[in-house]
């Protein structure tokens, strides 16, 4: 698979030009578990389009936030909407009201997720792994299904391993199995839970570079990444959180070459 011609993403305001994504609003989020605050007071815009990547330590709350964005995680106080709706709730009398299980499901499939450990059913193909939620959804016949997730796996540099089932193929190929399979439904938003984080040092290449293709597509993503270097080639923005609150956001020069908190500071210096 030959890597894609990118274009620096500085050469454009924060997405500017792309835009079949959807917005994602998250405002004023709280979290804790167990009298543990994971996630204070945190406010953040992501535009229709744009690409943020989250960064920080262990701990900071990054994949806690990003679990928000698809009700994964339900918050304590604030609200996430995208596209201007909320995935778990309703507003109705000027209160939230949490939605039966269905209409967060209905909801959901705007936002797709690829996860650290790929979870793809053990006993499908590749082209089942795919195929299964647009079906299941009633979006597409079988057939049609069929035909869109082989053409998704060409598109993840996988043509021809549609037969094949999760423990024939590499993790790698997992990997890209689970990023087709999110964009089977063809989502508005797609979230990375840090998607190399399971991968040998080897795999990791074959990865990005599919995440940097989907990343030109419009839709609009919200990576979390301890691959700083593929952090400032793919993002608008990055974003560094540390305690559980954003401590600074802004270009990948910004952030990476010249942060203005101490502890963007001292986190930068450890990773590059």
């Given at each position: 698979m030959s890597a894609p011609v990118l274009q620096p993403r500085?050469?454009?305001?924060?997405?500017a030009g792309r835009g079949t994504g959807a917005e994602v609003v998250i405002d004023a989020v709280s979290k804790s578990y167990s009298g543990t605050q994971v996630l204070n007071d945190?406010?953040?815009?992501?535009?229709?389009?744009?690409?943020?990547?989250?960064?920080?330590?262990?701990?900071?709350g990054k994949s806690t936030?990003?679990?928000?964005?698809?009700?994964?995680?339900?918050?304590?106080?604030?609200?996430?909407?995208?596209?201007?709706?909320?995935?778990?709730?309703?507003?109705?009398?000027?209160?939230?009201?949490?939605l039966p299980e269905r209409?967060?499901?209905?909801?959901?499939?705007?936002?797709?997720?690829?996860f650290q450990h790929f979870n793809l059913f053990p006993h499908l193909t590749a082209v089942e792994n795919i195929a299964i939620a647009p079906?299941?959804?009633?979006?597409?016949?079988?057939?049609?299904?069929?035909?869109?997730?082989?053409?998704?796996?060409?598109?993840?540099?996988?043509?021809?391993?549609?037969?094949?089932?999760?423990?024939?193929?590499?993790?790698g190929q997992q990997q890209r199995v689970a990023i087709a399979r999110a964009?089977?439904?063809?989502?508005?938003?797609?979230?990375?839970?840090?998607?190399?984080?399971?991968?040998?040092p080897e795999l990791v290449g074959e990865v990005l570079e599919v995440i940097r293709e989907v990343a030109g597509d419009g839709t609009t993503l919200l990576i979390v990444t301890h691959e700083i270097g593929f952090a400032r080639e793919v993002s608008?923005?990055?974003?560094f959180l540390d305690g559980g609150e954003i401590v600074e956001?802004?270009?990948?020069?910004?952030?990476?070459?010249?942060?203005?908190?101490?502890?963007?500071?001292?986190?930068?210096?450890?990773?590059?």
């Open positions: 500085s050469s454009a305001p924060a997405g945190v406010s953040l815009t992501v535009a229709a389009g744009e690409v943020v990547t989250l960064i920080g330590p262990s701990g900071s936030l990003l679990r928000t964005v698809n009700h994964l995680e339900t918050v304590d106080s604030g609200s996430v909407t995208v596209g201007g709706e909320y995935i778990g709730y309703a507003l109705r009398g000027g209160a939230l009201h949490e209409e967060v499901l209905r909801r959901r499939t705007k936002v797709g997720l690829v079906v299941s959804l009633k979006r597409l016949s079988q057939a049609e299904a069929t035909e869109r997730a082989r053409a998704l796996l060409a598109r993840v540099g996988l043509e021809g391993h549609g037969d094949k089932f999760p423990r024939q193929l590499s993790g964009l089977a439904l063809e989502p508005e938003v797609l979230l990375f839970d840090e998607p190399t984080s399971a991968l040998d608008d923005r990055i974003v956001q802004g270009t990948p020069e910004q952030i990476l070459s010249h942060p203005t908190q101490q502890r963007t500071r001292d986190f930068v210096s450890r990773v590059l």
